[in-house]
């Protein structure tokens, strides 16, 4: 069965130190693997994708997320936290076999970034 | 930037009734999706929608859940009969037609079912 897992139900950093999410992954054919980042009362804002091709990728306000395909994991990473990059961050997983394209979703993970 | 809107913002009926939920999708985007978030709990993937069908729906989504385009902008989410364990945050998104692109999520409609 497909799954997401996200094994940390809260992260917390200081601020100016290297943050992680972790993210774990189970699918049949080849992931599309993807981050979202929710505020307090607002909706899943994208932040970055895995399609193909470099394991790096580059996403939205200075986070990059490593996948390792031997690992099946997808972490989440910034190089310096902010206190505003305080949020729930959730890994989501799309099987691209045929025409699913439904999301899979982790349960999130809380980051906290203190001052 | 586009963004995809949601109404209302915040839903309470009585347990029985029906509800539509209403979406309007970014206006390029061609495939639509309904998921909700029971309080606590994961998001989940309720039904897509392209080409003015169904495409894919879950196991959540029964015969008292319909979705419909009625014009080209809105996209709706009706729960016939709404029962308590309906009570959840209702996320609307939309995406581009072709390849793996990335949802785009409104903001969602918390219901609140009494």
């Known amino acids: 069965a497909q799954s997401v897992a996200q094994p940390e139900d809260q992260v917390n950093v200081a601020e100016g130190n290297p943050l992680t999410v972790k993210c774990t992954y189970s699918?049949?054919?080849?992931?599309?693997l993807f981050w979202y980042v929710q505020y307090p009362n607002r909706g899943l804002q994208f932040l970055l994708k895995?399609?193909?091709?470099d394991n790096l990728v580059k996403g939205s306000y200075g986070f990059e997320a490593e996948f390792n395909k031997s690992q099946t994991s997808f972490h989440l990473k910034k190089p310096s936290a902010l206190v505003s990059d305080s949020a729930l961050y959730f890994c989501a997983v799309r099987d691209n076999a045929g025409n699913n394209r439904k999301l899979i979703w982790g349960l999130g993970t809380s980051l906290a970034v203190n001052p | 930037e586009p963004e995809v809107t949601q109404t209302p913002s915040h839903q309470v009926t009585q347990m029985g009734q029906e509800v539509i939920l209403r979406c309007v999708p970014i206006s390029n985007h061609l495939y639509f999706y309904w998921y909700r978030q029971i309080l606590g709990q994961k998001v989940e993937f309720l039904v897509s929608?392209?080409?003015?069908?169904?495409?894919?729906k879950s196991e959540i989504f029964d015969d008292q859940f319909s979705v419909e385009r009625p014009d080209g902008s809105n996209f709706t989410l009706k729960i016939r009969s709404t029962k308590l364990e309906d009570s959840a945050m209702y996320f609307c998104?939309?995406?581009?037609?072709?390849?793996?692109?990335?949802?785009?999520f409104g903001p969602g409609t918390r219901l609140t079912v009494t």
């Open positions: 998104a939309s995406s581009q037609m072709t390849g793996p692109y990335e949802q785009y």
């Open positions: 699918v049949s054919g080849n992931p599309y």
């Open positions: 895995y399609i193909t091709g």
């Open positions: 929608f392209y080409n003015n069908e169904i495409s894919e």
